[in-house]
């Protein structure tokens, strides 16, 4: 029997290369990094606020796909090609978390996959 049990879904973007969207370790789920694809048209949103809605989205459909929900989401890491976008995260975060919010961390990058602005993966807790 395998220790970890691993999460596709259809309604999440696929994963552009080895590895897997979701895998959980006994009553954790570790996310992969989502960006701002729409897994429905396959296209990037526009805007960083649009990237954010759509992140968000699909982490949250990820999340759910694997059994859990908003609230267990325990810790986030986000990469940001620009920390200028700090306050619109925080913005889009309300949207999305409530208190007690879960733990982030945010790193600037030089670049992410298919030109995002942002990339964000999860750690759930059930």
């Known amino acids: 029997m395998s220790y970890k049990q691993v999460t596709h879904t259809s309604q999440a973007p696929t994963p552009a290369g080895a590895y897997s969207q979701a895998i959980k370790a006994g009553n954790t789920v ?69 208190e007690p919010y879960p733990a982030r961390t945010t790193i600037q990058v030089a670049a992410l996959p298919a030109g995002a602005m942002v990339e964000i993966d999860a750690i759930v807790v059930s």
């Open 30 to 98: 570790y996310l992969a990094g989502q960006i701002g694809i729409d897994p429905h048209t396959g296209k990037m949103a526009a805007t960083i606020e649009g990237q954010f809605d759509q992140v968000f989205k699909n982490l949250i459909t990820v999340t759910e796909a694997a059994g859990g929900n908003v609230e267990q989401v325990v810790k986030l890491t986000v990469y940001l090609t620009d920390l200028n976008y700090f306050p619109l995260l925080n913005a889009a975060m309300a949207k999305y978390f409530h």
